[in-house]
């Protein structure tokens, strides 16, 4: 993407990267392991034309809690980095998770071109009747509406107002891409078509103490073995450790 010379083009795809990730989230509402204060987590990709990229993001407050983390591909030119500060708020039948933060995109062979992002609230509908159902809604870009995990959004120029592109369909199967000047339409990213690029994480002997899949290997593990009580116990321990 950095080295698309089009700004216009740099952007669309800055805007298909933000929206491809959306279709990852758990496939049901899970008590989640709250980090704590110092835990910090590692990994490294391996990309098929040899680049790599690293990542590491840490919990840097617990009260409110406040996870901060960087991603470098020096060779891709690309750092992201950024915060997310989470709050959590019941709303009757429903559940939502308010990812306030931001994020910055920054392509480092280009000074002064950041791209500054906000990731979508969660909500999780139907938690004591009805059909349960995540959704994506509030803080993203343009708005959704209509059938559930479906988005509208619209690219303006912003010196003029003027109207680019139009963007419909579903962030869990395909989302499509309207020039509005030209009216070709043609998809901008299908979930079913993407390739998950892994990424590589130490062994858990080689992470230190407060790495996140060390600090938590014994909760893990109890779950793994449906010993709730047991999972509920070691959790307890290293939340009251922090």
């Known amino acids: 993407v950095s080295k698309q010379e089009d700004p216009l083009k740099r952007f669309l795809n800055v805007v298909r990267y933000y929206i491809s ?5 758990p496939k049901g509402v899970k008590k989640p392991y709250n980090p704590v204060l110092g835990e910090f987590f590692r990994a490294r990709w391996h990309f098929s034309d040899n680049t790599e990229a ?23 030119n690309l750092i992201i980095c950024g915060d997310i500060r989470p709050k959590s708020r019941f709303l009757g039948n429903s559940a939502a998770t308010l990812m306030q933060g931001e994020s910055k995109i920054i392509f480092t062979n280009r000074p002064g071109e950041i791209y500054r992002i906000e990731m979508p609230n969660v909500y999780a509908r139907g938690i004591l009747f009805g059909r349960m159902v995540m959704e994506l809604g509030d803080n993203s870009t343009g708005f959704f509406t209509g059938a559930y995990n479906s988005i509208y959004g619209k690219i303006k120029r912003e010196s003029t107002g003027e109207a680019l592109y139009e963007i419909t369909g579903k962030w869990s199967d395909i989302m499509y891409i309207k020039n509005l000047e030209t009216g070709q339409k043609e998809v901008l990213f299908s979930v079913q078509d993407s390739k998950i690029c892994q990424k590589t994480v130490a062994p858990e002997g080689e992470q230190e103490e407060n790495e996140s899949r060390r600090l938590w290997s014994k909760v893990t593990s109890a779950l793994i073995g449906r010993n709730l009580d047991l999972a509920t116990d070691e959790k307890t321990l290293i939340e009251d450790n922090q």
């Open 54 to 76: 690293c990542f590491v993001a840490e919990q840097v407050s617990h009260h409110p809690p406040i996870s901060a983390y960087y991603y470098a591909s020096p060779e891709n």
């Open 21 to 25: 990730g959306w279709h990852i989230k």
